[in-house]
Nanobody
Framework: QVQLVESGGGLVRSGDSLRLSCLAS????????MAWFRQAPGKEREFVAA????????TNEDTMSGRFTVSRDNDKNTLYLQMNYLRPEDTAVYYC?????????????????WGQGTQVTVSS
């Protein structure tokens, strides 16, 4: 059983930065494909980025638009999302997820474990 706990969300102003973290426990972190998703009110869950244990990345450039960077520290069992130049449209609950089947995918249904989410609110 894998547990994922996100942190780092908050209320910020347009143009500010945040770094989200996701601490994993209960499994072999290095083996997992880790990903960030987000869900805004009234919208479907949206893929942001995924990263393999060897740091290969799959990103949604429409979402990241050069402002976000995904990374991981396997020694700390932690996934990160650095978000710069935040915009009001980035307001959402951000979730981390783990795929244990070595699938690098944007599909939420492919991810086996999810965190509880962390709220990011960007004011204009």
């Amino acid at each position: 059983q894998v547990q994922l706990v996100e942190s780092g969300g908050g209320l910020v102003r347009s143009g500010d930065s945040l770094r989200l973290s996701c601490l994993a426990s209960g499994g072999t972190f290095d083996d997992y494909i880790m990903a960030w998703f987000r869900q805004a009110p009234g919208k479907e869950r949206e893929f942001v980025a995924a990263i393999t244990g060897w740091n290969s990345k799959l990103t949604n450039e429409d979402t990241m638009s050069g402002r976000f960077t995904v990374s991981r520290d396997n020694d700390k069992n932690t996934l990160y999302l650095q978000m710069n130049y935040l915009r009001p449209e980035d307001t959402a609950v951000y979730y981390c997820a783990a795929n244990t089947k070595n699938e690098v995918t944007m599909a939420p249904s492919a991810y086996d474990y999810w965190g509880q989410g962390t709220q990011v609110t960007v004011s204009s």
